[in-house]
């Protein structure tokens, strides 16, 4: 089952080039490596947008001791095609509420997305879409 990936907010992916001498390719993103938190997520408003369902969540990490980012707080769910749609919220049985084992990953290397939030029981392929 693929991993949902959570990115912070509203997607946004920024593309870094390499400065290369003339005649170089540039390197776009990766390898790019992550630290990984582990955690719970909790669904704390499920609102309609024109584009989905924006499933707001507050990230926990499951060590009192790790570092708290600011995205761990009010963020919501996208998956790689973008927001749910209501009918793939309703077949996860998402409510507000709901508890979800989470992973916070932070860019350690690399110029990819800077923190994602994995969600292993959740799989990324959306209803309707």
Same mark, same amino acid.
């Given at each position: 089952?693929?991993?949902?990936?959570?990115?912070?907010?509203?997607?946004?992916?920024?593309?870094?080039?390499?400065?290369?001498?003339?005649?170089?390719?540039?390197?776009? !993103?990766?390898?790019?490596?992550?630290?990984?938190? #582990?955690?719970? $997520?909790?669904? *704390? =408003?499920?609102? %309609?947008?024109? /584009? !989905?369902?924006?499933?707001?969540?507050?990230?926990? #990490?499951?060590? $009192?001791?790790? *570092? =708290?980012?600011? %995205?761990?707080? /009010?963020?919501?769910?996208?998956?790689?095609?973008?927001? #749910?749609?209501?009918?793939?919220?309703?077949?996860?049985?998402?409510?507000?509420?709901?508890?979800?084992?989470?992973?916070?990953?932070?860019?350690?290397?690399?110029?990819?997305?800077?923190?994602?939030?994995?969600?292993?029981?959740?799989?990324?392929?959306?209803?309707?879409?």
């Amino acid at each position: 089952m693929n991993k949902v990936l959570f990115t912070l907010g509203i997607t946004a992916i920024s593309i870094f080039l390499s400065c290369g001498g003339s005649g170089s390719a540039p390197i776009v !993103g990766g390898p790019c490596t992550y630290s990984s938190t #582990p955690g719970t $997520s909790t669904i *704390t =408003k499920l609102v %309609s947008v024109t /584009d !989905g369902i924006e499933a707001h969540f507050n990230f926990v #990490p499951t060590d $009192s001791n790790a *570092t =708290k980012n600011p %995205s761990d707080s /009010d963020n919501h769910l996208v998956l790689s095609s973008g927001l #749910p749609t209501q009918q793939w919220i309703d077949y996860q049985n998402i409510i507000v509420g709901s508890e979800l084992n989470t992973t916070r990953q932070n860019i350690l290397t690399g110029t990819c997305t800077p923190i994602m939030y994995t969600f292993s029981t959740l799989p990324d392929n959306p209803h309707g879409m």
